[in-house]
């Protein structure tokens, strides 16, 4: 095995490792929507299963197990549909997501039985019509492969223009970090399976020969640690809160021209405020907050909720300190403990970690979280929750 197998071997191991381990942590963590979590960890593994495959080529596999290597060409197939399965259940509240949407997967599922079938029984001559036309056809196939991916890809950057078409100003700013990573995840997503597709097509004319191509390969791995660093980094765009503002059902009353009507008194921008309007003014953030819970989204900040109440961002600053003597991320961080105490009360979220309570609670990071924790509560999160169990 040469100097550039070997770094391959490193990498493609690496990979595995690291799919392993962010699939497994989406699939069993504890969110808002797992549907959406779902998908993600099944599109991680399908990664993961591509780079044992390729690891497994250069063992054993391609001469013991033959039916499974082939698999490994098929499986492009299933990238398009689950990356759209996963935009599409971010973007839909649960009870709006119809499971039929698995019908996307049926091709890959029904030429992987096709193709096993042939494999495994050749001597079982399957009619014409049950073998897909570009199966036997390499230059084909992977053409087919290619407008797979790239319809998948349109279609779900289609969804994110049609989901910001239905969102006002101030939501669009709420939700724009979740929906620049859902663009970046297509677009990295788009150009490594179209590599990794091409990668394929070329081994299969060249081998023996030109393996280095298998270094391609190497962008699964480096995908998959993308997406890891994005979650460690960034851990609230896994979070998404959009639909909670979409759903809302405001009272007639308080539409006007589909937006929420806002108190005369809070519309002030170039006169200091008296004490009965910065209590107006707080007034309505209050009940902004306890109503929609603005304060789970951990990138919310002072200038999306002042775009909210239609107020200037010193004004809404002013109330806060003013009148609760409070600064912005005080205010704030004590919704979010409020909430991640209730959630750690509730037996319904008793299988729940305390990563998952913080993160639910709209913080970014433990840290923040134990620290607010313990400043509002003078307690732990973990002693507060034991505390909880051995009162029952």
């Known amino acids: ?10 990498i493609i191991v690496a990979g ?17 929507n797992k549907t959406a979590n779902f998908f993600l960890a099944l599109f991680i593994f399908t990664l993961t299963v591509q780079l044992v495959l390729k690891l497994a080529t250069k063992v054993w596999l391609l001469h013991e197990l033959n039916f499974a290597y082939w698999m490994s060409y098929e499986i492009p197939f299933l990238h398009g549909p689950l990356l759209y399965c996963y935009i599409k259940s971010t973007l839909t509240p649960l009870r709006l997501f119809k499971w039929n949407n698995l019908l996307h997967l049926i091709p890959f599922f ?5 193709k096993t079938m042939s494999t495994i029984l ?24 290619l407008i797979s991916i790239v319809v998948y ?10 989901y910001k078409t239905g969102l006002k100003q101030e939501e669009l700013i709420i939700n724009l970090v979740q929906l620049k990573w859902l663009k970046q995840c297509i677009q990295v997503v788009l150009f490594s399976v179209i590599g990794i597709i091409i990668a394929i097509k070329v081994l299969w004319f060249v081998y023996p020969a030109h393996t280095n191509w298998r270094l391609v390969f190497s962008g699964l791995t480096i995908l998959i640690y ?4 994005k979650a460690l980094s960034n851990p609230g765009i896994f979070h998404f809160h959009s639909n909670e503002l979409k759903l809302v059902d405001y009272p007639s009353h308080q539409i006007m021209n589909n937006n929420i009507e806002v108190t005369s008194t809070v519309k002030y921008y170039n006169s200091r405020l008296g004490e009965d309007q910065l209590s107006d003014i707080l007034s ?14 951990p990138q919310i900040t002072i200038e999306l909720l002042s775009l909210r109440l239609k107020i200037s961002r010193h004004h809404l600053s002013q109330a806060i300190n003013d009148k609760l003597n409070k600064n912005f991320n005080e205010f704030i961080n004590e ?18 970690t305390i990563a998952s309570i913080a993160y639910s609670s709209g913080f970014n990071s433990l840290a923040s979280f134990n620290n607010s924790f313990k400043k509002y509560s003078g307690i732990t999160p973990s002693g507060f929750k034991k505390e909880r169990l051995s009162a029952h």
């Open 122 to 145: 050749p001597d079982l001559h399957l009619p014409e019509f049950f073998m897909p036309f570009f199966v036997s056809q390499p230059i084909l196939h992977g053409v087919v492969q």
């Open 226 to 229: 993308w997406i890891s660093y």
């Open 110 to 114: 029904y030429i992987l039985l096709v």
């Open 335 to 352: 919704y979010r403990v409020k909430e991640a105490m209730r959630l750690l009360k509730d037996t319904q979220f008793d299988q729940y």
């Open 1 to 10: 095995m040469d100097y550039l197998n070997i770094v391959n071997v490193i």
């Open 153 to 162: 890809s349109l279609a779900s950057i289609r969804l994110i223009e049609r």
């Open 284 to 297: 309505s953030l209050e009940e902004l907050m306890e109503q929609h819970k603005l304060y789970t989204d």
């Open 16 to 32: 595995i490792l690291q799919g392993i381990i962010l699939s497994m942590l989406f699939f069993i963590r504890k969110c808002n």
